[in-house]
């Protein structure tokens, strides 16, 4: 079935570094949703991208859809202690209304 | 409101018991969700709902029931319970219209 793809798995970085994750897909994506989960909680929405080439920014979080709607971006500038968890791309697959999660991305970051 | 409560938060059954899971969300969405999450990893769908009366496999079904007789409750059946359950489970819902799904605390369950 269709499935989404998640790199990197980990990612460590030092504070006010940049960090980047991306998802990719073998399929068009009719949209595409970001979450973050903070250690120990559950996950939390960001973002939903819908248009070909989106791009939508909050505060220091850019996220992309690609051109081709098989692929998607969230990168982080400047990173700070509070953006440590792990993100998730998720596919909403049209018709059977299935949300289908990547395998994340879990950032930490040295202080 | 309270959106998304899940029960219990924490769990140990022993191997072959049974137990069900519960999920009931005030917010009156069509759709439900039932994910695993195994320590470190991502999120697997095990079993979803459009609807009441309506349920659907996930990913990974096999060893658990799910039953949707209203909108606002989805309980999570484990019939036999085996180590390989031993798992943080969390329901979310989504609305007809909309796009964020909203998710409960999660229970957590290991299987001894």
């Known amino acids: 079935g269709q499935q989404v793809m998640q790199i990197p798995q980990y990612q460590h970085v030092q504070e006010g570094e940049d960090f980047t994750t991306y998802c990719n897909s073998s399929?068009?994506?009719?949209?595409i949703q970001w979450y973050k989960q903070r250690p120990g909680g559950h996950p939390v929405f960001l973002i939903q991208?819908?248009?070909?080439?989106e791009v939508k920014k909050q505060k220091r979080l850019t996220f992309q859809f690609g051109e081709a709607k098989k692929n998607s971006s969230l990168h982080i500038t400047a990173t700070q202690t509070t953006d440590v968890g792990t993100y998730f791309c998720?596919?909403?697959?049209?018709?059977?209304?299935?949300?289908?999660f990547g395998q994340g991305t879990r950032l930490t970051i040295n202080p | 409101n309270a959106g998304v409560t899940q029960t219990p938060k924490f769990r140990i059954l022993k191997i072959g018991q049974s137990m069900t899971l519960q999920c009931t969300q005030d917010?009156?969405?069509?759709?439900m969700y039932w994910y695993r999450q195994d320590p470190g990893m991502g999120l697997k769908l095990i079993y979803y709902s459009v609807g009441a009366g309506i349920t659907d496999k996930g990913e990974v079904p096999n060893g658990y029931n799910v039953s949707r007789s209203t909108t606002e409750d989805f309980p999570l059946r484990l019939e036999l319970a085996a180590p390989s359950q031993t798992s943080v489970y969390f329901c979310?819902?989504?609305?007809?219209?909309?796009?964020?799904?909203?998710f409960g605390q999660g229970t957590r369950l290991t299987v001894v």
């Open positions: 917010m009156n969405h069509n759709y």
């Open positions: 998720a596919d909403i697959i049209q018709g059977a209304q299935k949300l289908v």
């Open positions: 991208l819908v248009k070909s080439g």
């Open positions: 979310a819902s989504r609305p007809l219209v909309g796009t964020e799904a909203f």
């Open positions: 399929t068009t994506l009719s949209n």
